[in-house]
Each structure stands twice: as structure tokens, then as C-alpha cells.
């Protein structure tokens, strides 16, 4: 099977602009979450989504968002964006909706000027 | 609610054994095991379901004190290859689906 897949690999943006990144889940998979990673902060949790639906969101200001399609892809949005946003953003996917191994995209490296 | 990671940073020999520890506060679902080499995505190593049931890599051994809230990963005989940044993840009884890293272990492992 094919592993889950990010794109753009890398995006640079100026503030205030906004930006859609795309995650395509391994075949199979219905759960995908998404982190930000960043030096100082680590592994932040962002969102999951399962069949479509979202079900955990983590401390994250309204500015980011995302939804997930019918094939199990998804999409994050990040509006108004800040120097702050600059970050390495993770997807993962996964079989089962809990309790289950992940699996990390390569991720999208955003960086805001 | 993040998970704590323990210790921060170490430094083997080649051959030398490391243990890393996890602790939460509250009842744990699950604890998953993550290693990420600079500049890639995370792997997946190891995950521990309360009672008992665990799954992953066979050179990778991990135990759960699920009356504690406690996960240590166990990395014996290290090899140049273990270097990296190790993460716990979390998962909650009430949250399924949302897991919480740690800040997670950096493991350097020299010739």
C-alpha cells in the first residue's frame, strides 16, 4: 500500500495570506489527524477526523480548520496567517477510530515571512 | 494533560541499554511509541492498550503500569541506527482518537 501523502512538501506564505494543505490517508484508512510540529513546542495536536466527521480538536485558535471528504482525504486551512504558523504540519492516518497505530505523512513545512 | 517524558536527552555507547519513560495524569486508553530521525516524519514503534494487549516492532519491547499511568520503552543492545527523537503518545478513555505527545526523548547513540 501506498503511505499517506502531503502536499505541497513545502509552502511560503506572508502574513495575513491563508493556505490549504492536503492529506491523502493510506488506502483503507477513515481516521486522519493532524499536528504542528515546531522546535519549541513538540508534537501539537490539531484536529481527527473520521468518516467525515470531526471528533477531537485540540488548543488551536479558530483559524485553523479542516474537513475530511467522502474518500477519506482531508484538508487543513489556516486563515490570517502568523509569523507564529511557521511550522512542520503532520498528517496521520489510521484503520481504527481509537486505539490504533498511526501513520506520519513526510509533512508540509510552512513558513511564514 | 501532555504526557511527561523522561529523561530529556541521553547518550549511549553502541551496545548500551536506555530506558525512556512516560507518565500522565489521568487513566490512559493507550500509550503509543513514535521515533522521529531528524528531518522525517515520526514511526510508529509501539502501542499499549489497556489490559495488556500490545502491538509492534519486535526489537522493541515497552511495558504499561496501567494502575500507575505509566509506559517505559526499553531499548537494549542500542545500535548507531536507535538515534533519534522518541515520543509517547497518549490516548483517553473519553477522547478516543485524540493523542497527546510528550515533549518528547532525545536518544544519541555514538560509535
Known amino acids: 500500500k501506498a503511505g499517506v501523502t502531503q502536499t505541497p512538501r513545502y509552502l511560503i506564505k506572508t502574513r495575513g495570506q491563508q493556505v490549504t494543505l492536503s492529506c491523502s490517508p493510506i488506502?483503507?484508512?477513515?481516521?486522519v489527524s493532524w499536528y504542528q510540529q515546531t522546535p519549541g513546542q513538540g508534537l501539537q495536536f490539531l484536529f481527527e477526523y473520521f468518516s467525515e466527521t470531526q471528533r477531537n480538536k485540540g488548543n488551536f485558535p479558530g483559524r485553523f480548520s479542516g474537513r475530511q471528504f467522502s474518500n477519506s482525504r482531508s484538508e487543513m486551512n489556516v486563515s490570517t496567517l502568523e509569523l507564529g504558523d511557521s511550522a512542520l504540519y503532520l498528517c496521520?492516518?489510521?484503520?481504527?477510530?481509537?486505539?490504533?497505530?498511526?501513520?506520519f505523512g513526510p509533512g508540509t513545512r510552512l513558513t511564514v515571512l | 494533560q501532555q504526557p511527561v517524558q523522561s529523561p530529556q536527552a541521553v547518550i549511549l555507547r553502541e551496545g548500551e541499554d536506555a530506558v525512556i519513560n512516560c507518565s500522565s495524569s489521568?487513566?490512559?486508553?493507550?500509550v503509543h511509541w513514535y521515533r522521529q530521525k531528524h528531518g522525517e516524519a515520526p514511526v510508529f514503534l509501539m502501542i499499549l492498550l489497556k489490559g495488556g494487549e500490545q502491538k509492534g516492532h519486535e526489537k522493541i519491547s515497552a511495558s504499561f503500569n496501567e494502575k500507575k499511568q505509566q509506559s517505559s520503552l526499553y531499548l537494549t543492545a542500542s545500535q548507531l541506527s536507535y538515534s533519534g527523537t522518541y515520543f509517547c503518545?497518549?490516548?483517553?478513555?473519553?477522547?478516543?482518537?485524540?493523542?497527546?505527545f510528550g515533549q518528547g526523548t532525545e536518544l544519541s547513540v555514538k560509535p
Open positions: 503518545g497518549t490516548e483517553f478513555y473519553n477522547q478516543g482518537g485524540k493523542l497527546i
Open positions: 489521568k487513566a490512559l486508553y493507550s
Open positions: 488506502s483503507g484508512h477513515r481516521s
Open positions: 496521520a492516518s489510521r484503520e481504527r477510530e481509537y486505539r490504533d497505530e498511526q501513520f
